[in-house]
């Protein structure tokens, strides 16, 4: 009993430990380009895949239609682009995190003219404008995005999914980073992390080539142009030691070169020129194509096809048809012309990436490849441009360039969310853009004056790695402010500064430094120390500001170092003070100022010669308990008695004298403590939304959620309302529906449904989606009997036929039973009457069943049941089977008769006996353990990504990666959440 007990308790804590399994485990990934997105989902069973969409595909288009009481995404908003483009908003990257003021916005302006942009009077953003009632953020719109894509995610995962890592572009500031998750905090997804789409194109390749990362550094350039942007990034690979993980493979972004508008849209736009060009040249009318929104959109769609074709042919036949008053367009365009038109853009591809080699402070021959990454980098003349600029023999192409961000952010949402183990890999983030911290501080000079100075200091420089924590120290004893500001950005053009937005960031404001100073006068002033934090999405956040102070406290003795030494008294002969060679108890360690530190270094060695001294003089007056040898008289012993008496007042002294230096010489110990100051934070580049604002953004978003549903149910009903008229209509008029229904209920019948049809040609394709329910269930109400009668019809053969072959397998087991000898029958007697008389009842309820449904007419309720027939061979089935398991079932072996003088093998076979009793009912684990002579254990390998214990093990073994396994990657600590702000 006690081994049984002993491996059940384990199972028993395992399965206490088990995930519910109606818990959401699955989380995703968004790839979020300027034009197109890819979501990428892990969850048990799937280790990591892209979600398609509801047309199938891979990738879906950033668009947002919104028209009227009409809301669509994707494709289907791209499609209404071309005929009412004013309704539809698209690359929204641009937007995010700027001013109405902005160069950018002018530029969006001038793309897409049909947008009416307005100010956003609160904030400053920007706002599209339709209507006074319609006015959307670039955020907001984002938000509905990102809401779509969670959906489509959840219906590729077939669960909920909230958790999400999201790519942005590496040259995102600190307000473009702030403009996204506030999206994504609308469209309620939970954001994991904000991973830098070079950094997750960068995992991606590390992940599957994790067995050639060694210790030697490996520097690979990734080159990702996109549709509205190019970056270039250096990225180091190799294995590093930790201490929790040991050796481990870790990626550092060591450089990174961008250019904000050399992208693939850029040359799609020079196409729609020339086209529009052409057509104008071609005089078909006399209205310019250029002032038309609606011409210039399509324009737009056939100039994107033809970039791509361009890409693999040399000419192409542009054809638009109706494209100015029901006048087609025909032109041949030819790459040589294509390479012309975009001929400015071509000589800008080598610029990202000297930028990138001179962050790195690198030259290209440490480059070991430069990798394509980008749906742009097809273009036959950027790879011709960049091969020649970087002087390698090729070009690497051997990742997939839509899809290796999606598909590393979603490793990292794996890594980043409990419920799934994935092997470690090490990220290293850079900053881009240094960040600074400035105040000013009076200052006296030589001559007495004091003056105000001016004070910078560098929190984050360039390429600095984050996730990474700063402590600044001011010294000041008032109130004062100090302002967090982007550093020198000289590394950006003109162009990419005028877009960049306000330098800088926040304006801190500290109250109560000086009533703190004041409070704690006699404790030493340490200053004011301000804790900032980039976390890893690179959004930095103010976590604390307090004053801190140091304080002198004499080290008293611990209560484990008293219990000791009382112990040792007790044990020892009886000295209070501890042995010389007894190790004391560790105190936990407190935060010292290096000062006194060393204060404490000088002070040891004195306080090490002291203790040898006391302790000699200690022992000398303690009481001795062995026999003293001499002394045999009562004179003697009295005589000491005396000169005891006699030497008492002066020992009284000493031990005085002692114990006041004894507490002169008592260590002392240094140590801090803090108190908040009260803080401001001003926001100076984009103000975070009021509360107000932040709500009525959500409702608008949960309205238009909650309408699209409602119109998704009413859509559901109406067709499903269709569907029986059309279905019933026809069916009545089949011979297996008439032979079943009277001619009044046919009647009957078919006028309700020409009714209904008559009210939906009127008024049901604008009923509610209450009135179409209620006309659906009138009509399957009327027809139920109907359709009773026939499906039962249809399932009398078939389990008629199934009772029948069961009633003569079961009469022939039963006569093979009892032809068996008594004597080596398996089966009593009780057992094979039961079965006969539940063969015999079966018989005869079928035979009396069918011959009573004949007489009866088919258009009655009909008194044969399939669910009556059903569970009369389900009682066969039982009883028999009952009797099958009886007959396979081994005997158990009878015992042999034991000798009567040996009880200590009867001993020892009750207790083997008891023992095979008890190893029967234990659940045995299913991997091989070690057992008593030493064999060895039997592990398996589990794939990069572990699904979580208590999923559904069938799913999981249906996709199996071929990888090792890999411990759990060490989490990050806990980021405060008790920021003083909102993110600087």
Not at 405 to 425: C, D, E, I, N
Not at 729 to 739: C, H, S, T
Not at 848 to 857: D, F, G, I, L, W
Not at 882 to 896: Q, V
Request: charged share 30%.
């Amino acid at each position: 009993m006690r081994r049984k007990l002993t491996l059940w308790a384990p199972l028993c804590l395992i399965l206490a430990l088990l995930p519910s399994q109606t818990a959401s485990v699955a989380v995703m990934s968004v790839d979020l380009g300027s034009e197109w997105m890819k979501v990428a989902i892990v969850k048990p069973g799937v280790p990591m895949e892209i979600a398609l969409n509801k047309e199938s595909r891979r990738k879906t288009p950033i668009a947002v239609c919104l028209k009227e009481n009409e809301r669509l995404f994707g494709d289907s908003a791209l499609g209404v682009s071309v005929k009412t483009p004013k309704f539809v908003y698209r690359h929204l990257q641009s937007l995010l995190g700027k001013m109405h003021d902005n160069p950018q916005v002018a530029v969006y302006q001038k793309r897409f003219p049909e947008h009416h942009l307005v100010t956003d009077e609160s904030r400053g953003t920007v706002l599209f404008s339709n209507s006074q009632e319609m006015q959307y953020s670039p955020e907001e719109l984002l938000g509905m995005v990102l809401n779509y894509s969670r959906g489509l995610a959840q219906d590729f995962a077939e669960q909920p999914i909230k958790d999400a890592v999201i790519t942005v572009p590496a040259f995102f500031n600190q307000a473009e980073r702030r403009a996204v998750l506030q999206a994504a905090q609308m469209a309620g997804v939970k954001v994991l992390q904000l991973i830098n789409d070079n950094t997750a194109v960068a995992l991606n390749y590390g992940v599957f080539r994790r067995k050639d990362i060694n210790s030697t550094a490996q520097n690979i350039m990734f080159y990702d142009m996109g549709s509205g942007s190019t970056t270039a990034t250096i990225v180091t690979y190799q294995t590093v030691k930790t201490e929790e993980l040991g050796s481990q493979p870790q990626l550092q972004i060591r450089g990174v070169g961008f250019d904000r508008s050399l992208g693939g849209f850029e040359m799609e736009l020079r196409l729609q020129n020339h086209l529009a060009k052409l057509f104008n040249e071609q005089k078909k009318t006399k209205k310019d194509v250029r002032e038309n929104h609606r011409a210039m959109a399509k324009l737009l769609k056939e100039a994107q096809r033809l970039k791509t074709v361009l890409s693999a042919n040399a000419e192409f036949m542009a054809e638009v048809e109706g494209l100015l008053d029901d006048m087609d367009f025909k032109a041949k365009v030819t790459r040589v012309e294509f390479e012309t038109l975009c001929s400015d853009l071509f000589e800008r591809v080598p610029g990202p990436v000297q930028e990138a080699l001179g962050s790195a402070e690198m030259s290209l021959d440490e480059i070991e490849q430069v990798i394509l990454v980008g749906g742009s980098t097809r273009v036959p003349k950027v790879q011709e441009v960049l091969l020649k600029a970087v002087g390698k023999e090729e070009l690497g192409k051997n990742l997939n360039a839509d899809e290796a961000a999606a598909m590393g952010a979603v490793y990292q949402a794996a890594a980043l969310s409990k419920a799934f183990k994935v092997q470690p890999f090490l990220v290293r983030e850079a900053t881009v853009f240094p960040i600074q911290v400035e105040f000013t501080r009076e200052v006296e000079e030589e001559d007495g004056s004091r003056i105000l100075k001016h004070n910078k200091h560098i929190l984050f420089q360039r390429m600095a790695t984050y996730p990474q924590s700063k402590v600044i120290t001011f010294n000041h004893t008032d109130d004062f402010a100090f302002y967090v500001n982007y550093g020198d950005l000289s590394f950006l053009g003109q162009e990419d500064l005028s877009v960049f937005g306000s330098l800088n960031l926040t304006t801190v404001q500290l109250s109560g430094v000086g009533s703190s100073f004041q409070k704690h006068t006699d404790a030493e002033y340490k200053g004011i120390k301000a804790s900032f934090n980039m976390d890893k999405s690179g959004v930095l956040l103010l976590d604390r500001v307090a004053s801190v102070f140091e304080t002198i406290v004499e080290e008293e003795e611990s209560t484990l170092t008293k219990l000791g030494n009382t112990i040792s008294s007790l044990f020892g002969g009886g000295s209070s003070e501890p042995n010389a060679n007894v190790t004391e108890p560790v105190q936990d360690e407190e935060k010292v100022h290096p000062e006194s530190v060393k204060e404490q270094e000088e002070a040891a060695p004195q306080e090490e010669k002291q203790e040898p001294g006391e302790k000699q003089q200690q022992e000398e007056v303690a009481p001795t308990h062995e026999k003293t040898e001499g002394v045999d008289s009562k004179a003697d012993l009295q005589d000491e008695k005396e000169g005891a008496i006699s030497g008492e007042e002066e020992k009284t002294t000493e031990e005085a004298a002692k114990t006041e230096a004894k507490k002169k010489a008592k260590p002392q110990k240094k140590t801090e403590f803090s108190e908040d100051v009260t803080v401001e934070l001003q926001m100076n580049d984009i103000l975070k939304p009021n509360f107000e604002a932040i709500t009525s953004s959500n409702k608008k978003l949960q309205d238009l959620t909650d309408r699209d549903l409602e119109k998704q149910e009413r859509e559901k009903t109406l067709n499903s309302l269709e569907e029986f008229l059309f279905d019933t209509q026809d069916k009545i008029y089949q011979e297996e529906y008439q032979a079943v229904v009277l001619e009044e209920e046919k009647e009957t019948i078919l006028a309700r449904l020409s009714k209904v049809s008559t009210w939906m040609d009127e008024d049901g394709y604008s009923a509610s989606t209450k009135e179409l329910r209620e006309k659906l269930q009138d009509l399957r109400k009327l027809c139920k009997d109907m359709f009773f009668r026939v499906k039962e019809r249809r399932k009398w053969p078939g389990h008629l036929a199934t009772l029948e072959s069961m009633l003569n397998s079961s009469s022939f087991f039963l006569r093979s039973s009892k032809l068996v000898p008594e004597d080596d029958r398996i089966f009593t007697d009780v057992e094979l009457k039961r079965l006969e008389k539940v063969i015999n009842e079966t018989t005869t309820w079928k035979t009396n069943t069918v011959a009573e449904q004949e007489k009866r007419s088919p258009t009655e309720r009909p008194v044969l049941l399939s669910k009556d027939i059903e569970s009369k061979w389900a009682l066969l089935d039982s009883e028999v089977n009952y009797l099958l398991n009886k007959a396979t079932k081994p005997k158990a072996a009878k015992p042999k008769a034991a000798k009567p003088n040996n009880s200590t093998t009867s001993e020892s076979s009750s207790s083997k006996a008891n023992s095979s009793k008890i190893e029967e009912k234990v659940i045995l684990p299913k991997e091989e353990t070690k057992d008593e002579e030493g064999t060895e254990e039997v592990q398996q390998e589990e794939p990069p990504i572990k699904e979580p214990t208590g999923q559904n093990t069938d799913s999981s073994r249906q996709s199996q990666p071929t990888d090792k396994t890999a411990s759990t990657e060490p989490t990050e600590k806990n980021q405060s959440e008790n920021h003083i702000g909102d993110e600087l």
